[in-house]
């Protein structure tokens, strides 16, 4: 049941990641421009990347705690922004305001998220830790495609934004309730589950970047820092997690731009199918060749699926089949880099301090994405070619936009080489 909670907990964190889908509604509902609604995502990301910070604060409580406290901000949030919905005139030149109201719905979203993570790396077999972190993450997309489905047919145009966050906090209240009842500490042997409480001992993983030895020895967070090794990871993941949500949460201003929103439906719900395809194959296959490839190849084959949409974005989008292809292409990427990322970093470093270690990637994925949104939303305001208009038309709204991120992919791929060759210049010196 612990791994039906952890489902569900990323189900929940769904409700975040589809800020593509009512961005342009939002911005039209409320008269926003590019680069306010580009905060908007960034905040809501960013409260996403410190879930992390409950967990580690309320370490010491009961975990039934730090979910009520999830709850109570998950809540709030949601609420907050409904209300928004009802006060229209008053939030036009409060935009702020309103990117509060989603860093409290991201930072509520995310604390059982966080905290299942850890809780089911921990209880499974590092063998099966790859599979086991996809199996959660099929959860996020089907989250995905229930609520796009929802958002478009359950509630009139006019209405679809305020009505989905009704479901949302009824959907979260729910799910914060079954967690509370299913991630609790269990004993040591759970059928196939098992948790190791004496001293970590070797496996037969490819470690990415730290002889056996170090990798499983605990580090404190000064010598953590320190270590070249998890830095390298660390950024490449974030940078790879910032440029996949910036694509994902601006696929539909690039229809919009290009006069393609009729294909809105079409690539807002088989995104998320795609996204878990990738993430079963890809991540079973790592497991499987775990003896030759590293995690590290597999995560810089996901960010060059990344940086191949970006410049198809930026050159080639201006027909429905190069979109729907870049749109694959991230999808792809999505699926790669978001399960093997933490599989790797907990086979990498201790899996006691998964929760800190990946909190860290979080934040710096939300640092990043502040970054990147904000300079892709003035980029696109700047090519706004009317005072009265909030919208850009053409591609050339985004490309700088698109070639920013691919910037930031090629150095994500080139952190992911570095990796690789410190770890093969180390086993070349081992005995």
Known sequence: MSLLAGGFAHAMLASNLIFYVYINDIKAKFHYNQKEVELFASMLNAGIGLGFLPNLIGSKLKSTWILVIGLLLSTTGLLLLWSSTRMVAFYEGKSWLMAFYFLISGLGGSVA???????????FAEDKRGRIMAMMFI????????????????????ARFEGLLIVVVSFNAAVYIFCMIFLRNAS????????????????????????TDNALSEKSFSELLCTVDYQLLAWMCSSAFAVSLLLSNNMTVLTKELDLTSIDTIITIMYPPIVIVAALVFSSASDKLKHILTRTSFLIAGVVCLAISSMLNAFLSSGKGVVITAVVLAAVGTGIVYTIGPTAMSEVFHIDNL??????????????????????????????SSDASTFCKGLHCTRYGYLLTFGVALIAVGLGVVLIVRNNLRNKRTP
């Open 355 to 384: 929760m800190r270690n990946w909190g860290l990637v979080m934040l710096l994925r939300a640092v990043l994405i502040i970054i990147l949104h904000l300079i892709f939303g003035e980029i696109y305001d700047l090519e706004v």
């Open 113 to 123: 998220y966080i905290m299942a993570l850890r809780f089911n790396a921990t209880h």
């Open 188 to 211: 040591s042997n759970i059928g196939e589950l098992t948790v190791d409480n004496e001293e970590p001992q070797s496996s037969n993983f490819k470690y990415e970047a730290m002889d």
């Open 139 to 158: 959860f996020i997309d089907i989250g995905m495609i229930s609520f796009t489905v929802i958002y478009y047919k359950a509630f009139p145009a006019d």
